[in-house]
């Protein structure tokens, strides 16, 4: 699943425009990538669900909300 959700996390990036390598940021965990997404001016909402990955959320939540944020378009 965590594959999956870093899938997503990529997918997100790219319709932002991030065309960075995150292989690196991927090996980090859920709150150091979420940092490295900050600082690399990915929407708040993505920033948030990541820093609550395996804290406050489960991956099946952080799954769900990620592959809403990309089936909707919403950001």
Do not use: Y
Request: hydrophobic share 45%; charged share 25%; net charge negative.
């Amino acid at each position: 699943m965590h594959d999956r959700i870093r899938h997503e996390i990529a997918i997100i990036c790219r319709a932002e425009g991030i065309k960075a390598d995150l292989s690196h940021l991927f090996s980090e965990p859920p709150f150091t990538m979420a940092l490295s997404l900050h600082e690399l001016k990915l929407d708040d909402a993505v920033v948030n669900i990541v820093a609550g990955w395996g804290d406050t959320l489960t991956d099946r939540e952080v799954l769900f909300h990620l592959k809403s944020i990309n089936d909707k378009g919403m950001i």
